[in-house]
């Protein structure tokens, strides 16, 4: 769908949801997975692999995209 497709396209950080977890582009040029955002801090944080919390503060963070949809089940 056209709504669909719009979705899943980087949208300006300033229109992103605060609350569950989103996609984001960072300024410099790099994107987070999974992330969340923290009001008290006015960051966004994310789990690395290792289990290491990372987080980087909301004005150098540019986009943000919703996360896709999990795979369908037979």
Not at 10 to 19: L, R
Not at 30 to 48: A, G, L, Q
Not at 49 to 70: E, F, N
């Amino acid at each position: 769908s056209a709504t669909g497709a719009a979705m899943s396209e980087w949208q300006p950080i300033e229109t992103a949801p605060k609350n569950g977890l989103i996609d984001i582009w960072l300024a410099e040029g790099r994107r987070w997975c999974d992330c969340y955002y923290d009001r008290i801090c006015d960051e966004w944080r994310t789990s690395r692999p290792s289990g290491r919390l990372v987080s980087v503060k909301s004005q150098h963070v540019t986009h943000w995209m919703p996360l896709p949809a999990p795979p369908v089940q037979p």
